[in-house]
């Protein structure tokens, strides 16, 4: 119940932590998209009923509710909303067709923009993650991606434990609710808490690194993996996060690591702002330091025998 307690706990601070970095800096607000949010912003709307003949204020669908806030504050603030749904949205009360259109993905913009953000690589991981090929076209980008309220978090967030939350977050949106999960799947959502049972200090890790850590596979070329992997190639060893060449630093602490910080002789030196990572953040002159103790402890105990040797 306390494990659980605490994955809740996560999500209303990544909540928080965004609405406290929202001010009135925020772009020029469109005046087609506040049309929009004019409905798609509060829990009723109102139309005119040709049939009734008068004015019909019904509830709005909990799931087509839009925070402005968090719109104007995403990665794609400065679209109209008519950028990626049809023009026939512009029509009120809306055409009943209009729902069953497809929506763009994220290659219908971005194809061949692979100079900053390497999306032809990151395309090809998710054609080989387990979300693509067990799910195929039923899974896309925005499963993860909200259009309406994502931003990239990773490459911008000086806080690496607010980005951590942010991106846990994102499984988390499925992973910890059964409505979402099966949207794309007809099985019983598994229980997070219980799947990591074997891992130690559970809430610690949770609290300290990515799902995307254990469950994808690293790559060079992008910042973020997606390649997410079967279960079944998870990372389970400890040594191959507490280690000298912890993946960490090809995963979480990449950013840092390609800033090439050092501090004080401390391998992975860039992950000591955030926690201290057994086995990972040895020193070298530490190192060097409890070798010679260790060989002169080694040394005293040889003389000692040796004396006792030549007195008996």
């Known amino acids: 119940m306390k494990k659980l307690l605490f994955i809740n706990l996560i999500v209303l601070f990544s909540t928080f932590l965004i609405a406290q970095e929202i001010t009135d800096e925020s ?33 709005m669908n909990p799931y087509l509710i839009i925070d402005s806030a968090l719109y104007y504050y995403q990665n794609h603030s400065s679209f109209e909303c008519i950028d990626c749904h049809s023009y026939g949205f512009k029509t009120f009360p809306h055409d009943n067709e209009l729902q069953m259109e497809a929506m763009p993905g994220c290659f219908d ?12 690589k990151i395309d090809q991981q998710f054609q080989e993650s387990v979300h693509s090929t067990k799910h195929s076209q039923d899974f896309t980008c925005w499963m993860c991606h909200n259009p309406h309220t994502y931003k990239i978090n990773a ?11 942010y991106d846990n ?21 598994p229980n997070i808490i219980e799947k990591h049972d074997w891992l130690p200090n559970q809430i610690s890790h949770f609290a300290h690194v990515r799902c995307i850590e254990c ?26 996060c507490h280690s000298q060449n912890s993946i960490l630093m090809s995963s979480l602490y990449k950013f840092q690591a390609i800033e090439k910080r050092n501090k004080y002789g401390f391998f992975n030196a860039s992950t000591l702002d955030d926690s201290y ?16 103790i260790f060989g002169f402890v080694l040394l005293l105990i040889f003389i000692h025998a040796v004396l006792r040797i030549f007195i008996k």
């Open 27 to 59: 772009v020029e607000h469109s005046p087609e998209n506040s049309k929009c949010f004019y409905c798609h912003g509060n829990p009723t709307y109102s139309f005119y009923n040709e049939i009734l003949e008068r004015n019909v204020t019904n509830r």
């Open 109 to 120: 913009c971005h194809e061949g923009d692979d100079e900053v953000y390497n999306f032809a």
């Open 155 to 165: 490459r911008n967030n000086q806080n690496l434990l607010e980005t951590i939350v």
């Open 169 to 189: 977050n994102i499984c988390l949106s499925c992973h910890a609710d059964i409505n979402k999960y099966q949207l794309i799947s007809s099985d019983k959502n």
């Open 215 to 240: 469950h994808t596979d690293t790559s060079n070329n992008i910042l973020v993996a997606h390649k997410v992997q079967t279960k079944d190639k998870a990372v389970r060893k400890c040594v191959e």
């Open 277 to 292: 990572i057994i086995g990972a953040n040895r020193n070298y002159y530490l190192n060097v330091l409890s070798g010679l």
